[in-house]
C-alpha cells in the first residue's frame, strides 16, 4: 500500500478556497493487496459451493499472485474436479485491512470473472459490524452470464431509495432493510453497455468509482476502458480530484450523472446507517443467488453439478486488478 499527501498545485491551492477537496491517501497496486488485505478462509456467509483458501494456500496453488506487469490476480480453480462432500471449488476472498468513512475509491479493474455457476463481487461492508450495522455497499455484483452489473446497499431498518434520483441506471428495488425481501437490498441495474461479465472483458475492463459522502450519500460510477468519457482523474492518478463541493453538491464537475445514486436523506439518514468500511473482493459459485437464477440463465444442469464437474468452465472466472485508489477528504 502506497500512502502519501502530495503537495497542493497552485490551481489546487486557488480552488481549494471555494470547493472542498479529497486527496489521494491510499493506492493499492500488486504487492499492496499481499501486504495490505487479507484472506477470509471460513465457510461462505451465502451458502455457495466455495472453498476459499488462506493466503498461503491461495499462492501455493496459484490462485493468487502479482504478474509481470504488476497486476494483481485472485482466481477459482480451473483444474480439477471436486468431490461432491467437498466444501465447494477453491477460491479467494480478501478484505481490506483499512476501513474508510467518507471517500472516493476509483477500482481500475482489468478482467472480471465469468460464467456459469460465478458470483463475483466487489463490495464493502462496515469494519466494526456486526452485519448489517454500519451498512452494505456493493459496487460490482453478479451472477452467470448477467450483462448488467447490479449496485446496491443493504442495511438496518428505515433506509429506502425512493425517486426522483439523478442517475443514468434503473432502480430495481427500493427498500434497503436487509430484513426484508430475503435481503434482496436497495440495488440499481447499470444502463452503460460492457458494465458486467463477458461484454466487460471483452472491452478491455473498466473503472468504477465510490463516491460516499455524509451529506449527499452514496453515488457509483461506471466507464468502460477505452470510453471517451472517462474523466482524465480517474483514468490517471490525481492528487486532487474536484469531487465534492463546499456545499456538498455532485457532481464532480465534469462526470455527468452516475450510474447509481443512494442520495441519503430523511428516508435514509447517513449516522445510523452507515460507518467506516473494509473492502472486499470474492467469487463464489451458487448459492443464496446465483444457485436461485441458475436455472434461468442458460446453463447446462444444476448449479452445484456444473461447478463441481467442469473445471475447464472457470478457465476466465478471475479478478485482475490494476489498481485501486481511495481519496478521504482533506
Not at 458486467?196 to 478491455?204: E, I, L
Amino acid at each position: 500500500m502506497r500512502t502519501g499527501l502530495a503537495a497542493l498545485s497552485f490551481t489546487s491551492l486557488l480552488t481549494l478556497c471555494v470547493r472542498a477537496h479529497f486527496v489521494l491517501t491510499d493506492t493499492y497496486i500488486g504487492h499492496d493487496f499481499l501486504q495490505s488485505w487479507s484472506w477470509f478462509s471460513g465457510d461462505d456467509p451465502t451458502h455457495g459451493r466455495v472453498n476459499y483458501l488462506s493466503q498461503a494456500d491461495s499462492l501455493s496453488n496459484n490462485l493468487s499472485y502479482v504478474t509481470d506487469t504488476n497486476t494483481f490476480v485472485m482466481r477459482a480453480d480451473s483444474q480439477s474436479v471436486v468431490s461432491p462432500n467437498a466444501r465447494g471449488r477453491n477460491s479467494v476472498r480478501i478484505s481490506s485491512q483499512k476501513a474508510y468513512d467518507e471517500a472516493v475509491v476509483v477500482l481500475d479493474l482489468k478482467h472480471m470473472p465469468e460464467g456459469c455457476g460465478t458470483w463475483p463481487a466487489f463490495w464493502s461492508l462496515s469494519q466494526q459490524g456486526p452485519w448489517p450495522q454500519g451498512g452494505e455497499i456493493d459496487i460490482i455484483e453478479g451472477v452467470n452470464q448477467n450483462k448488467e452489473n447490479l449496485a446496491s446497499l443493504h442495511t438496518t431498518p428505515n433506509c429506502a431509495m425512493f425517486p426522483p434520483r439523478a442517475m443514468t441506471g434503473t432502480a430495481t428495488s427500493t427498500n434497503c432493510d436487509a430484513s426484508v425481501n430475503f435481503n434482496q437490498g436497495c440495488g440499481v441495474s447499470f444502463a452503460k453497455p460492457a458494465s458486467y461479465g463477458t461484454d466487460f472483458n471483452n472491452a478491455g475492463g473498466g473503472y468504477y468509482v465510490l463516491v460516499r459522502s455524509k451529506t449527499d450519500g452514496v453515488r457509483v460510477y461506471f466507464w468502460s476502458r477505452y470510453d471517451p468519457a472517462v474523466p482524465p482523474e480517474v483514468r490517471s492518478p490525481s492528487p486532487y480530484p474536484d469531487v465534492l463541493s463546499a456545499e456538498g453538491m455532485y457532481p464532480t464537475l465534469f462526470w455527468g450523472e452516475p450510474e447509481a445514486d443512494f442520495p441519503l436523506n430523511d428516508q435514509c439518514d447517513y449516522a445510523s446507517h452507515f460507518n467506516a468500511h473494509s473492502f472486499v473482493f470474492d467469487l463464489t459459485f451458487c448459492g443464496d443467488w446465483a444457485g436461485s437464477d441458475y436455472p434461468n440463465t442458460g446453463c447446462p444442469g444444476t448449479c452445484d453439478d456444473f461447478v463441481m464437474n467442469n473445471p475447464q468452465a472457470f478457465t476466465n472466472a478471475y479478478w485482475e486488478v490494476n489498481s485501486i485508489r481511495v481519496y478521504t477528504p482533506m
